[in-house]
């Protein structure tokens, strides 16, 4: 098989890479890595020596494909099905593009922050940086409750890469900062994304690792 995707299932930017593969049933084989396992981290560094994962390799083409974003633009360039996630029209694609940089940067990056701190040792921690992203996440909240009030999927009516990248962000960070009762076009959005058939998989598949979700914040 030509794809393999290293990733791990409860990561939420290689849950934002499988969608899009599960999207269009984009044939690869799934190597889960750990990055805790000092022979998978070393062969991953080797890869892709930042370090971070998903990355995709296609081996037909014997290329290494890092960065959740750039390898959905490469699977819809390279192996396009139905689903399309970034459209042809330029003007569309700017802004498929700002609301999946939106997702990635202003949503999944400070939730990431509120759960790194939750993982590290107590005089490690980052009560300001937490703060931070907590009122970032709560800017982000209001501009998708205003930009989703007419729309169905980030674009409108088509599902597409910022999907993609809103589903696994929200998901986590309505663990970590909830959405509350003030953000029901979020809410309603949130449930579309988990009644899609792609998302609801990923979610399935990593429900057993949720155990090494660190559910609280440190004392
Ligand atoms: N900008 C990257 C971010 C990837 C990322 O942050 N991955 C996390 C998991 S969700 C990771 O690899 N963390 C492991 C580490 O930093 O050691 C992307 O879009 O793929």
Redesign the pocket.
């Known amino acids: 098989m030509s794809l393999r995707l290293l990733f791990?299932p409860?990561?939420?930017?290689?849950?934002?890479?499988l969608i899009a593969l599960y999207e269009n049933d984009t044939a690869f084989t799934p190597q889960i890595v750990d990055?805790g396992d000092a022979a998978d981290r070393e062969a991953f560094l080797k890869l892709w020596p930042?370090?971070?994962?998903?990355?995709l390799r296609d081996e037909r083409r014997d290329l290494t494909i890092?960065?959740?974003?750039?390898?959905i633009e490469y699977l819809d360039t390279h192996y396009p099905g139905v689903t399309r996630f970034v459209s042809a029209d330029a003007d569309e694609a700017w802004r498929m593009r700002l609301w999946d940089r939106f997702y990635?940067l202003y949503v999944?990056?400070p939730m990431?922050k509120i759960v790194g701190n939750r993982l590290r040792p107590a005089d490690a921690r980052d009560p300001r940086g937490v703060a931070d992203a907590r009122a970032r996440l709560q800017t982000a909240y209001g501009m998708i409750e205003r930009e989703m009030a007419a729309k169905t999927w980030a674009m409108g009516d088509d599902f597409g890469m910022a999907d993609c990248a809103a589903g696994?962000a929200l998901f986590y960070a309505n663990l970590v900062e909830p959405f509350g009762d003030n953000h029901k076009t979020v809410r309603a959005y949130f449930d579309r994304l988990m009644a899609r058939p792609s998302f609801a998989r990923v979610v399935a598949e990593a429900k057993p690792y949720f155990h090494l979700f660190p559910q609280q914040d440190a004392a």
Request: aromatic share 8%.
């Open positions: 791990h409860l990561s939420s930017f290689c849950q934002k890479a990055l930042i370090g971070k994962f998903p990355v890092p960065e959740s974003t750039i390898i990635d999944n990056d990431q696994p």
